[in-house]
């Protein structure tokens, strides 16, 4: 029932903000108690979880992104939003939006968009 749709430019110059939009159809982003994550995949690489937005707003990031990482919403539109700032080629990846929940002492991801490829690329 749950649908994501991830959206944004597919081309992003070295230096510039990634800025991907997640649309949320089937379910509420503000509905208790859920999570709405970003997670990327790199060429050949595995998954890497970028942050989070929880049902509340609050938002949690990737150590190793968080300098350069801003999770948003728009509840109205029911959307979820990313930027990536100062992205390099490094940051070329298949990015996915997600809904999480924390059930029986475990995380899972059980609503995945379809994936929207990114290449930072001049």
């Known amino acids: 029932q749950v649908q994501l749709q991830e959206s944004g430019p597919g081309l992003v110059k070295p230096s510039q903000t990634l800025s991907l939009t997640c649309t949320v159809s089937?379910?509420?982003?503000?509905?208790?108690?859920?999570?709405w994550s970003w997670i990327r995949q790199p060429p050949g690489k595995g998954l890497e979880w970028i942050g989070l937005i929880r049902y509340s707003g609050t938002t949690y990031y990737s150590p190793s992104l968080k300098s350069r990482t801003s999770i948003s919403r728009d509840t109205s539109k029911n959307q979820f939003t990313l930027q990536l700032s100062s992205v390099t080629p490094e940051d070329t990846a298949e990015y996915y939006c997600?809904?999480?929940?924390?059930?029986?002492?475990?995380?899972?991801?059980?609503?995945w968009g379809q994936g929207t490829q990114v290449t930072v690329s001049s």
């Open positions: 997600t809904r999480g929940l924390v059930s029986r002492g475990s995380y899972y991801y059980d609503y």
């Open positions: 089937g379910g509420s982003i503000t509905a208790n108690y859920y999570y």
